[in-house]
């Protein structure tokens, strides 16, 4: 597993946060916030609560893929609308999800399920520079941070989770880093994330 966390100072390894929510701070190796890291809270509770989303797109508009990280839950089928005039051919080599949409117009008949948790590559094999990810969460508890590199989970159930954090700047086939975090019932905390891996 890539990266490092830096947790709240003098924390062992196994931290106890008091948070309704849940706030988490994604820096880069030299301490620059990295706006769109993905964050997750798993746990086989988590797991079991998962649902597919519905209505999930991700459009290709001026030969790009919009947006171009998509986090859907695990089952989510997402649509694949060409509103570009050209045809692409959109697919992924991918373990988690390898698929392929061949040269097309329009919005394919059928969507791609991703069935699997974990991080999708995305490409056109008609236009090299359009790439994309597709991150599929295993839990209905997940956010993307913000301009400023943070995070914020509402709402989530007391008990112990694995905190996974991603970003599409981590070396490609790396799944994020993960760190056991407790939560219980009390004040808003926060939590440092540092990617070593990642430098802006």
Request: glycine share 8%; proline share 8%.
């Amino acid at each position: 597993m890539r990266g490092v966390f830096a947790g709240l100072a003098g924390l062992a390894a196994a931290m106890a946060v008091s948070a309704a929510e849940l706030r988490v701070a994604v820096r880069d190796a030299r301490g620059q916030p990295l706006p769109g890291a993905v964050v997750m809270l798993e746990s086989p509770q988590a797991s079991a609560a998962v649902r597919p989303m519905t209505g999930v797109e991700m459009v290709q508009r001026d030969k790009a893929f919009v947006p171009e990280v998509l986090v859907v839950t695990r089952g989510t089928a997402v649509a694949f609308p060409n509103h570009d005039t050209v045809r692409h051919h959109v697919y992924s080599l991918s373990p988690v999800k390898p698929f392929e949409i061949k040269l097309y117009a329009g919005t394919p008949a059928n969507p791609v399920v991703f069935d699997r948790a974990g991080v999708a590559l995305l490409g056109c094999n008609i236009h090299d520079h359009m790439v994309a990810w597709v991150v599929v969460a295993d839990t209905p508890h997940h956010a993307r941070a913000d301009a400023r590199g943070e995070a914020r989970l509402h709402g989530v159930p007391p008990g112990g989770y694995a905190l996974v954090v991603w970003h599409r700047d981590l070396p490609v086939g790396a799944a994020g880093v993960r760190r056991a975090v407790t939560l219980r019932e009390g004040a808003p905390a926060v939590v440092e994330a540092v990617l070593t891996e990642v430098a802006r």
